[in-house]
């Protein structure tokens, strides 16, 4: 089973941008989709957007779509969210995960995730 471990959360004013990132652990990082998800206070898990084992398609929840980016970069076993244009809403734990195919498609069941980044958009 694959470690997933986020990074870059924090604070940051409406308006702002972050970068999170997203290192696993293990040789086959490269042939699995892998997804973006978060949880905002009293609310369930969230999709939020994909990238498949090579890059070459990305799929983005409505919600964040044109100020959202899912990069990664399979030399470094890294996966990244570019995050622009961020608005209170935004404020959640975002996940990191594991597609259990290399193309991610709505409903893929995940089959590891990392512990979460904080995220918090004030105004």
């Known amino acids: 089973q694959v470690q997933l471990v986020e990074s870059g959360g924090g604070l940051v004013q409406a308006g702002g941008s972050l970068r999170l990132s997203c290192v696993a652990s293990?040789?086959?990082?490269?042939?699995?989709?892998m997804a973006w998800f978060r949880q905002a206070p009293g609310e369930g898990r969230k999709f939020v957007a994909a990238?498949?084992?090579?890059?070459?398609?990305?799929d983005y929840a409505d919600s964040v779509k044109g100020r959202f980016t899912v990069s990664r970069d399979n030399a470094k076993n890294t996966v990244f969210l570019q995050m622009n244009s961020l608005k209170t809403d935004d404020t959640a734990v975002y996940y990191c995960a594991r597609g259990s195919s290399s193309y991610y498609s709505p409903g893929l069941s995940m089959d590891s995730w990392g512990k979460g980044t904080l995220v918090t958009v004030s105004s």
């Open positions: 293990g040789r086959t990082f490269i042939t699995y989709a």
């Open positions: 990238i498949s084992w090579n890059g070459g398609t990305t």
